[in-house]
């Protein structure tokens, strides 16, 4: 059973940072797509950053590129975001998702597994 925990998420006012830990288990693949996505309230996820795990190649949202950061620790799977440079509409529940290497993109429906979620709030 694939499982993915998130962690990391809390409180900072703006122009801070923050470090999400997404664990993952059970994944019998050894390479796979991983991502990060955000929901707003009454809106859909949308993808953030992800990374092939293979090769470690790593792809941003416009919104977050050059303040967030995607990397991987593959002794640990796990996979964490760096978030510098905190901005109010960072404010979001974050996400987790593990996919195939074959469907990695930025829509959501491509993902097979997610975590339940870590909330980040950002205040100016």
């Known amino acids: 059973q694939v499982q993915l925990v998130e962690s990391g998420g809390g409180s900072v006012q703006a122009g801070g940072s923050l470090r999400l830990s997404c664990a993952a288990s059970?994944?019998?693949?050894?390479?796979?797509?991983m991502g990060w996505f955000r929901q707003y309230p009454g809106k859909e996820r949308e993808g953030v950053a992800l990374?092939?795990?293979?090769?470690?190649?790593?792809y941003y949202a416009d919104s977050v590129k050059g303040r967030f950061t995607i990397s991987q620790d593959k002794a640990k799977n796990t996979v964490y975001l760096q978030m510098n440079s905190l901005k109010p509409e960072d404010t979001a529940i974050y996400y987790c998702?593990?996919?195939?290497?074959?469907?990695?993109?930025?829509?959501?429906?491509?993902?097979?597994?997610w975590g339940l979620g870590t909330e980040v709030t950002v205040s100016s």
């Open positions: 059970g994944y019998t693949y050894p390479s796979k797509c």
């Open positions: 998702a593990a996919g195939l290497v074959a469907l990695c993109g930025w829509s959501p429906k491509n993902f097979h597994y």
């Open positions: 990374i092939y795990t293979g090769t470690g190649s790593t």
